[in-house]
């Protein structure tokens, strides 16, 4: 019997209408650089291709060929970064760049700011925590707040939430059932 296939998520594209401005906001509030870019002679459209990691040729793509007031196809682009004090950092850059935040949330699993990109993508970037409560959870913090009190009262209001547990314990669940899979 084959083996089942497990893809994994590697890089996405988004459509854009102007490409130089994206990929500036994109540099200048998330820290991507540009790794490629050029026109696509089969396509017929140019291409950006950004990073943050040089082991990977591209992380994230922008495209030509969005019109004036179409509206986007992407629900989210999330960018996960190490701890709070990276997305402080971001979240301030965000707002320097003038970017009106749209929120931030505990997920319980992660501290997340969103806001849109020039273009109205809507983006997130987070941070994981040690915690796992089912999903969807969202309750609004203040990421200003110290370290120790954002992380403090996120572990009680997960110990609080039916299903919480931590991270190991839910990453074992789940290594459990893609086992179970790939077994079948």
């Not at 990276?86 to 003038?98: K, M």
Request: net charge negative; glycine share 6%.
């Amino acid at each position: 019997m084959p083996k089942p296939v497990a893809p994994q998520l590697t890089h996405m594209a988004v459509f854009a209408q102007d490409l130089p401005g994206t990929s500036k906001f994109y540099a200048e509030v998330l820290g991507l650089v540009v790794s490629d870019q050029g026109r696509s002679p089969n396509l017929g459209v140019d291409l950006i291709f950004m990073t943050a990691d040089p082991e990977k040729h591209h992380q994230f793509v922008l495209v030509s060929g969005r019109k004036p007031g179409e509206p986007g196809n992407v629900q989210q682009v999330s960018f996960l970064v190490d701890n709070l004090e990276e997305l402080r950092a971001v979240y301030r850059r965000a707002l320097a760049a003038g970017v009106p935040t749209s929120r931030c949330v505990t997920h319980g699993n992660a501290f997340s700011t969103y806001f849109p990109d020039p273009e109205g993508n809507n983006i997130e970037v987070y941070c994981d925590t040690p915690w796992y409560v089912p999903q969807p959870f969202g309750v609004v913090v203040d990421l200003t707040r110290p370290d120790t009190e954002l992380e403090a009262e996120n572990e009680a209001l997960c110990r609080a939430t039916p299903g919480f547990m931590p991270r190991a314990a839910w990453k074992a669940e789940v290594a459990s059932r893609i086992r179970a899979r790939m077994a079948a």
